[in-house]
Nanobody
Framework: VQLQASGGGLVQAGASLRLSCAAS????????LGWFRQAPGKEREFVAA????????YYANSAKGRFTISRDNAKNTVFLQMNTLNPEDTAVYFC?????????????????WGQGTQVTVSS
C-alpha cells in the first residue's frame, strides 16, 4: 500500500486543519489505518487509528475531544480532522497502515507509511 498524506500547513492556535491520506495498492478496506506524529527532537507518537470498516476509532489522550479520524473506503482515503490546535501539536504527521485489524500504538507495528505532512501551530 502506498500512502500519500496532505493537508498540513501553518495555522494559529485555536484553528483547525484537516489532513488527508490517499492510498493505492492493495485493498484499502482491509487496511487498519492510523496517524502518528513526530515533533523535532522527539520520538514518533501515536495520534489516532481506525479499524477496517471505520466502526472503531482510537485516540491518544492528547487527541481525544479535539481530533477525529475517519475513512472513506470508496475513495481510498483516511482523514484526520484536527480542531482547537495548539503549539504542542506542531509536528510532522504521518499516515500509517497495517493489514491486521487490531490497534497498535507502537510505530513498529505498521507496515505502510506515508511521507508525512508538516503541521505548524503558532501561538
Amino acid at each position: 500500500v502506498q500512502l500519500q498524506a496532505s493537508g498540513g500547513g501553518l495555522v494559529q492556535a485555536g484553528a483547525s486543519l484537516r489532513l488527508s491520506c490517499a492510498a493505492s495498492g492493495r485493498s484499502f478496506s482491509n487496511v487498519f489505518l492510523g496517524w502518528f506524529r513526530q515533533a523535532p527532537g522527539k520520538e514518533r507518537e501515536f495520534v489516532a487509528a481506525i479499524s477496517w470498516t471505520g466502526r472503531n476509532t482510537y485516540y491518544a489522550n492528547s487527541a481525544k475531544g479535539r481530533f477525529t479520524i475517519s475513512r472513506d473506503n470508496a475513495k481510498n482515503t483516511v482523514f484526520l480532522q484536527m480542531n482547537t490546535l495548539n503549539p504542542e501539536d506542531t509536528a510532522v504527521y504521518f499516515c500509517v497502515g497495517r493489514p491486521i485489524n487490531v490497534l497498535q500504538t507502537n510505530p513498529s507495528g505498521y507496515d505502510y507509511w506515508g511521507q508525512g505532512t508538516q503541521v505548524t501551530v503558532s501561538s
